[in-house]
T-cell receptor, first 114, second 109 residues
Framework: DAGVTQSPTHLIKTRGQQVTLRCSPKSGHDTVSWYQQALGQGPQFIFQYYEEEERQRGNFPDRFSGHQFPNYSSELNVNALLLGDSALYLC?????????????FGPGTRLTVL | GEDVEQSLFLSVREGDSSVINCTYTDSSSTYLYWYKQEPGAGLQLLTYIFSNMDMKQDQRLTVLLNKKDKHLSLRIADTQTGDSAIYFCAEGAGNMLTFGGGTRLMVKP
């Protein structure tokens, strides 16, 4: 079992560009959540996908969008990048939407915006 | 809104106990969690406690919950150098987790 995988591991972009980050959930999981972790801070919830629909969303602007595919993998898209978008982006997967379901985190994609 | 706070840093000697504290504000939280993050790695779930429990023990880990004061603690017994990491508490309502800023635990040999 490969666990949660994310690609790429590192990415450098310039202000105004667009970026797409990818996540494959742990085998057997169908729910994917995305978090942004700025340097020295705790992760902040961006949104969650289940059955190819966005189910919950944190306090992030519309520049952040996502998608979930039929195989449960997911993409996070960020448009019009700002310097403040530089962070570690974490993907977490779980099975279903129950409160008690453990979320397994991937190693993250480190995005640097210059 | 929700807010989860932790102290920034804790230093202990190998073999001692470590106690990491956390306060939260959302009384509707169903579960409270402790995660561990090592350099360059994602988050690893250590343990969690349901909001109607006071205590949970799992090997070297003991979680205490004071729901009245909205205070959560994680005690690590016989702390080892491999326990050096950043520890995050998080509260959950639904599948959305709200994390604290993390406590960096340094274990000295």
């Amino acid at each position: 079992d490969a666990g949660v995988t994310q690609s790429p591991t590192h990415l450098i972009k310039t202000r105004g560009q667009q970026v797409t980050l990818r996540c494959s959930p742990k085998s057997g999981h169908d729910t994917v959540s995305w978090y942004q972790q700025a340097l020295g801070q705790g992760p902040q919830f961006i949104f969650q996908y289940y059955e190819e629909e966005e189910r919950q969303r944190g306090n992030f602007p519309d520049r952040f969008s996502g998608h979930q595919f039929p195989n449960y993998s997911s993409e996070l898209n960020v448009n019009a990048l700002l310097l403040g978008d530089s962070a570690l982006y974490l993907c977490a997967s779980s099975h279903g939407l129950a409160f008690s379901n453990e979320q397994f985190f991937g190693p993250g994609t480190r995005l640097t915006v210059l | 809104g929700e807010d989860v706070e932790q102290s920034l840093f804790l230093s202990v000697r190998e073999g001692d106990s470590s106690v990491i504290n956390c306060t939260y504000t959302d009384s509707s939280s169903t579960y409270l969690y402790w995660y561990k993050q090592e350099p360059g790695a994602g988050l690893q779930l250590l343990t969690y406690i349901f909001s109607n429990m006071d205590m949970k023990q799992d090997q070297r880990l003991t979680v205490l919950l004071n729901k009245k004061d909205k205070h959560l603690s994680l005690r690590i017994a016989d702390t080892q150098t491999g326990d050096s990491a950043i520890y995050f508490c998080a509260e959950g309502a639904g599948n959305m987790l709200t994390f604290g800023g993390g406590t960096r635990l340094m274990v000295k040999p």
